[in-house]
Structures are given as C-alpha cells and as structure tokens.
C-alpha cells in the first residue's frame, strides 16, 4: 500500500498533516507502534525507533542499537540515523540537524527527511510498504526514421 502524497501537497503541507503517513510508514516497516500516550517527536527522540527503521530498510546499517535514556547516547543514535539516511541517498538538503528532533526545532524537517527516506529507498529497489513521492519511470519512444524526416521538415 503506497503512503505517498504529491510533490506539491508534501511541499505546502505542515507537519501535523504528514506525520500519520509518517508514522504509519514507520509501523508497517519496523512493525513497533506509537504508543498513545506518547506524540510522535516523543516517540522517534530517543533515536531507537529510528535506527530501527533503518536496520528494517538496510540491515546492519546501525550495529548496536542504544536503549539509554542519557541525552548523549539519544543523540548519538539520531546521529547514526543521520549517517545512514545520507548512506542510503536522501540529499544533504534533506536531512535534519539532530537537534531539530531531540530539542524538538522543527519537526517538519524531521518529517521531510522521513519522507524522503522512503523516497531514496524507493530508488535502491525496497519493495516494503512505500512512502515519499512516485518515482518517475523512464518514457522512451523509437521513432522510425520516416517520423523523424517528417517532424524535421513540419512547419512550427
């Protein structure tokens, strides 16, 4: 089931309208879920959910998963993410700072990043639950060379 909206909704949409395929996403691909009592910067600020999500799309891209609740180990596993998000192709322009989700900066470019996560995997083949824009496939025509003597020669 593709989770995907348009290049132009993505890029006029909030935060809070593209964090349920975001999080829904990240549930079908790690198959942890949300807690209810938890919001969804909450949920990823401790980095395990996200290093997670990246050794379920490229195992063995984080090797040892820190579970601690000291904000350097958070932070540091964010940073693993950031890493292999980048290994992964998402775009340098793409990617947040890790203080954007641990001080909770700006949540819409860790949603962005998310977005195009699932775009860059898209890419590489991933053929799991989907989310990101549809990647465009290749269009291409053979024209005989009788077709190309006569657009040559139309009048424009």
Request: glycine share 6%.
């Amino acid at each position: 089931k593709a989770l995907a909206l348009g290049m132009v909704d993505e890029m006029v949409a909030t935060a809070e309208e593209l964090i349920p395929a975001a999080k829904a996403w990240i549930e079908a691909v790690t198959e942890l879920h949300k807690p209810d009592d938890q919001s969804f910067e909450e949920w990823l600020r401790s980095g395990v959910v996200l290093c997670t999500l990246l050794n379920a799309l490229k195992p063995g891209s984080v090797k040892k998963i820190s579970t601690s609740s000291m904000p350097f180990k958070q932070m540091e596993s964010i940073s693993l993410f950031l890493r292999g998000v980048r290994a992964l192709g998402v775009q340098e322009f793409e990617v947040f700072d890790t203080n954007d989700l641990y001080r909770g900066n700006d949540m819409r470019k860790v949603v962005q990043c998310i977005y195009s996560l699932g775009t860059a995997v898209k890419k590489s083949g991933w053929t799991g639950p989907q989310l990101g824009v549809k990647i465009a496939s290749p269009n291409k025509r053979d024209f005989s060379e009788q077709q190309l003597q006569e657009a040559r020669s139309a009048t424009t």
